[in-house]
C-alpha cells in the first residue's frame, strides 16, 4: 500500500507543478476507470486544458519510461514543470505560425533555486538565429550556495527546435 500511496502522491505533485491540479483533482472526474476520467476530461474542459492535460499525461509516462530504459530519475516536480514548459512552448509557436497579429507576452521571470547542500545546479539556455541557420547553446554550473562552478557555450551550424536545442546543451559530449 505504502507504494501505491507513493506513485499517487508522486503524481499528485506532477498535476500541482504543471498547473493541472485543481483541473484533475475535480469531483466530475473521479469516477469510473482511467479512460472514463479522461473522457470525462474531454466533454467538460476547453481544447487548451486537454492539450495541457495529454501533454502531462506523456511527460510522466515518458519519465517512466527513462526510469526503466536508462535509470534516470527525475523529482515529481520537475517532471510536472518540464510538461508545463513543453506545452507553453508547443502552444506559443503553433499560435504565432498562425497568427500573423500575435503579440507575444512579456517573458515570465523565474527565481533560481538552490540545489541541496553538497550539489551542483546545471542551469541550460538556447538561442536560435533561423535565418543564419545557427544554434547556439550554453550551460552554467552553480553549487548549493549559487556559486559559479563551471559552465560551457556551443555553437552549432544547424537548425534546431528548442527541445533539441536545450536537450544537446544539457549533454555536452
Known amino acids: 500500500m505504502l507504494k501505491k500511496t507513493h506513485k499517487l502522491c508522486a503524481t499528485r505533485e506532477c498535476c500541482q507543478a504543471a498547473g493541472l491540479l485543481s483541473v484533475l483533482d475535480n469531483n466530475v472526474y473521479q469516477q469510473g476507470l482511467a479512460a472514463d476520467r479522461v473522457f470525462a476530461m474531454c466533454r467538460n474542459e476547453d481544447r487548451a486544458t486537454m492539450g495541457r492535460v495529454a501533454t502531462l499525461f506523456w511527460s510522466i509516462w515518458h519519465h517512466r519510461n527513462d526510469v526503466v530504459w536508462n535509470d534516470s530519475h527525475n523529482l515529481p516536480n520537475q517532471v510536472g514543470r518540464i510538461a508545463y514548459s513543453a ?37 541550460v539556455d538556447a538561442a536560435f538565429f533561423g535565418e543564419a541557420k545557427v544554434t547556439t547553446m550554453g550551460a552554467c554550473f552553480r553549487d548549493h550556495v549559487g556559486n559559479f562552478v563551471a559552465g560551457f557555450m556551443q555553437r552549432k551550424q544547424a537548425t534546431l527546435s528548442t527541445v533539441e536545442g536545450e536537450a544537446r546543451g544539457s549533454c555536452r559530449p
Do not use: M
Open 87 to 123: 506545452w507553453n512552448d508547443w502552444f506559443a509557436v503553433h499560435h504565432l505560425k498562425h497568427d500573423e497579429n500575435h503579440i507575444p507576452a512579456p517573458p515570465t521571470t523565474y527565481r533560481w533555486e538552490n540545489p541541496r547542500n553538497g550539489w551542483v545546479k546545471c542551469n
